[in-house]
């Protein structure tokens, strides 16, 4: 597995296409646009922009050759619980099956 760090969705889209030929790039830059738009004034402690941690996520489990819907799932994992993004605009956005993964992680956290 790729232990590297990424900083960029071009990294992301990069790896998600040499696992999965077939990939929806689109959506998936898409998802990330929408994830780095929801929490674009938001940091961690250490300063870091938040969407690193969310793109890290979804690059590991891109390298893991998982599908797209999981790829925009990790881009989007903090949206409902972080930022004032719903489960429906999710859902209309990209699919029902990434707004309900996105909230069962929600939810998860929540237990």
């Known amino acids: 597995m790729d232990n590297k760090t990424i900083t960029t969705v071009e990294e992301l889209l990069a790896k998600q296409k040499k696992k999965n030929k077939k990939s929806d790039l689109r959506k998936i830059r898409r998802a990330f646009e929408y994830a780095d738009k929801m929490h674009q004034d938001q940091v961690r402690l250490s ?22 819907d999981v790829i ?40």
């Open 47 to 68: 300063g870091e922009k938040y969407i690193i941690h969310p793109l890290n996520v979804a690059y590991i489990l891109a390298d893991l050759g998982l599908d797209d």
């Open 72 to 111: 925009c799932a990790a881009l989007l994992h903090d949206v409902i619980e972080d930022t004032t993004g719903t489960y429906e605009e999710i859902s209309n956005l990209f699919s029902e099956q990434v707004a309900i993964m996105v909230e069962g992680v929600t939810k998860l956290r929540k237990a």
